[in-house]
């Protein structure tokens, strides 16, 4: 990981800057799991930042100070570790998208070669955006990463799992949308009646598997 930039972002916050996504996953877990975890009153992913709050009381010259030895210093030995403390969802998929015989022809791979890709390698939530419980999801095979649609659908129906970039992800409602489309899954992004209402949260490994 290059060395991040850290800039004061307020009175009470500071914003990392990294140059990869990947380096996202990497601070979030350093700061939640770390010792700075006693300073920071939030932590807020983006796709090449993030943001940390400072717990009331910490000022920011202490927090940048701390900043240092739990950020720079993480390595990947580190990232596997937490990636076990976050915890892991397993999302059920119905593999047939409307646009998955395209992903196979972009990809250069069977339509069975691309679920197979998808569900064999578990996948990480980098940050969430776009819509209340939709997780950009990073880690992937790499050779599934394709390019978003030319034409994007006015309307996408909640459940869908689709590509784009180096990303997956899973639509939490109806919505438009440009991702290429896999398939679907019944399970509940979003629910106000849970306790927390997205089912994936920053730094959580998910597992896909064919319905």
């Known amino acids: 990981m290059t060395t991040p930039r850290v800039l004061p972002y307020g009175d009470r916050a500071l914003l990392v800057e990294v140059d990869e996504v990947s380096d996202v996953v990497l601070v979030t877990d350093a700061v939640r ?108 095979d790499p050779r599934l990463q394709v390019p978003r649609r030319d034409d994007p659908r006015t309307r996408v129906p909640a459940g869908a799992v689709g590509l784009a970039g180096e990303f997956s992800g899973v639509y939490p409602r109806e919505s438009p949308g440009g991702w290429q489309l896999i398939g679907r899954t019944e399970a509940a992004m979003w629910d106000l009646d849970r306790d927390p209402p997205a089912l994936l949260d920053p730094g959580t490994t998910v597992r896909f598997t064919p319905a």
């Open 33 to 140: 799991t770390g010792a700075l975890a006693d300073l920071v009153e939030d932590v807020v992913p983006g796709a090449r930042t993030v943001l940390l709050v400072a717990r009331p009381g910490t000022g920011l010259p202490t927090l940048r100070q701390r900043v240092a030895p739990d950020v720079f210093a993480v390595d990947h030995a580190r990232s596997q570790h937490n990636r076990q403390v976050r915890g892991e969802v397993e999302i059920p998929v119905t593999y047939d998208g409307p646009d998955l015989e395209e992903v196979a022809r972009l990809t250069g791979l069977g339509e069975d070669e691309v679920v197979a890709a998808h569900t064999g390698t578990p996948w990480r939530v980098a940050f969430g955006g776009f819509a209340p419980g939709f997780a950009y999801l990073v880690g992937g």
